[in-house]
């Protein structure tokens, strides 16, 4: 199983971003399915969740600005990111809780960088 995330880049003080993240490979469905953030020199922190059910969960700063969704038939997580602020500048992560035919994989993308201008 492999993922590959999209979408970071440079951004103005208010914008929007799309992060896109899909996981290929002997996937037979996937569970839950998130995003994180790291600064340099900081622990990576949760910014939102959706489980299989579609129950979306979100970081409190990033509440309202930020939506998480999933498309199963392509195996594929959402991060729509908009009212973008400096504080957003960070390293995002996907998280994918795959099920395959030999067990349930955790996979972690290599990560996205936003960089959000004041």
């Known amino acids: 199983v492999q993922l590959q995330a999209s979408g970071g880049g440079l951004v103005q003080a208010g914008g929007s971003l799309r992060l896109s993240c899909a996981a290929s490979?002997?996937?037979?469905?996937?569970?839950?399915m998130g995003w994180y953030r790291q600064v340099p020199g900081n622990q990576r922190e949760l910014v939102a969740h959706i489980s299989s059910s579609g129950r979306t969960t979100y970081k409190d700063s990033v509440k309202g600005r930020f939506t998480i969704s999933r498309d199963d038939a392509e195996n594929t997580v959402y991060l729509q990111m908009s009212s973008l602020i400096p504080e957003d500048t960070a390293v995002y992560y996907c998280?994918?809780?795959?099920?395959?035919?030999?067990?349930?994989?955790?996979?972690w993308g290599r990560g996205t960088l936003v960089t959000v201008s004041s």
């Open positions: 490979g002997s996937i037979v469905s996937v569970n839950a």
């Open positions: 998280h994918l809780q795959t099920v395959t035919k030999q067990g349930i994989i955790d996979k």
